[in-house]
């Protein structure tokens, strides 16, 4: 039965709009960004945006005047190599625009502000990381990934891109897990609606 509700699960994940900022040598994803489609998304007090596609062409809702994607609002539709998706990067130089599942991660932040309680934590842009190594400094050859530990993500830096425990550098503090600090929300571990789904199909069973 188990087996069964997470074939179920899987088939429900859904392709999202994913941009992806930094990847390692080996060409694994390291940041991303991602827009779910057919979700409201919160820009501020009167503004919202709100993603659908068919096939590779996007189509974008650009609400004014409601953060809740209601009302009058300007749409406009691209396709997913038009270079003016990359304004949705949090760095439009080296960035690539995909539909697709977006890849594994162990944590994110909202990269838009909320109000002091991060209200709309669930409808906002995010940056997500993955936990891959890559190299993060040049000069001096030290490669770098990401880590939750003690309720923390830390970034670890090492000696060689063997990323062991025993060439480490230094380790330093990224952000305090599940905390709203200032309107923008920083979480450690997978949740997605992957999760949610699974928790709430379990719930009719067990």
Not at 48 to 65: A, E, P, Q, V
Not at 113 to 123: K, L, Q
Not at 154 to 177: A, D, G, L
């Amino acid at each position: 039965m188990l087996y069964f509700l997470l074939l179920v699960v899987v088939s429900l994940a859904k392709d999202s709009l994913v941009f992806t900022a930094l990847t390692n040598y080996d060409g694994d994803t390291v940041g991303f960004t991602l827009i779910e489609f057919n979700l409201c998304y919160y820009y501020g007090v009167n503004s919202s945006s709100y993603f659908t596609h068919d096939g590779d062409k996007i189509t974008i809702r650009l609400y004014h005047n409601s953060p809740s994607c209601s009302g009058n609002n300007e749409e406009q539709t691209l396709d997913i190599n038009d270079e003016s998706l990359k304004r949705y990067c949090e760095s439009s130089t080296d960035c690539s625009v995909e539909i697709k599942k977006p890849p594994k991660h162990i944590g994110f932040h909202s990269v838009v502000d909320d109000d002091e309680s991060c209200t709309h934590r669930d409808n906002t842009f995010r940056a997500y990381y993955t936990g891959k190594c890559y190299l993060c400094n040049e000069g001096k050859n030290y490669y770098c990934n990401s880590q939750e530990q003690n309720g923390y993500m830390w970034e670890t830096v090492y000696q060689n891109n063997k990323c062991k425990s025993k060439e480490i550098v230094e380790r330093i503090p990224q952000w305090k897990c599940d905390v709203c600090d200032d309107g923008i929300m920083f979480q450690c571990g997978v949740t997605s609606t992957t999760v949610i789904s699974i928790i709430i199909l379990l719930s009719f069973f067990f």
